[in-house]
């Protein structure tokens, strides 16, 4: 039975067999990998990636959660179904929790 420490998901299970022809388990600590939009699945910008569970993200609205891209889309999305231009329905399921997010402010 592993230690508890290793029974978490931030340890690899590394299979090793050694000199003496024995399997043994090792466990290794998982790297972190880069955070991305939840839209377009692109690596944020403005955020270490040597951080560690504390990375500094950007003070925007959206900020460690779209890239500028994707948050400049939503505000437009946003202001348009403010005024009216377009309708909820219209908005792809995705993109419709943020501009609600956004509209809500």
């Given at each position: ?18 000199a003496k022809k024995r399997n043994v388990v ?80």
């Amino acid at each position: 039975m592993p230690k508890p420490m290793h029974r978490s998901t931030s340890f690899k299970k590394v299979h090793k067999i050694t000199a003496k022809k024995r399997n043994v388990v090792h466990y290794r600590r998982a790297k972190n990998s880069m955070p991305h939009c939840a839209l377009c699945r692109q690596e944020l910008n403005g955020i270490n990636e040597h951080g560690g569970k504390s990375r500094r993200t950007n003070n925007r609205i959206f900020g460690g959660v779209l890239c500028a891209k994707c948050t400049s889309e939503i505000i437009k999305l946003g202001s348009r179904v403010e005024h009216g231009e377009i309708d909820l329905s219209n908005i792809g399921i995705k993109e419709r929790a943020f501009v609600l997010q956004l509209v809500a402010h």
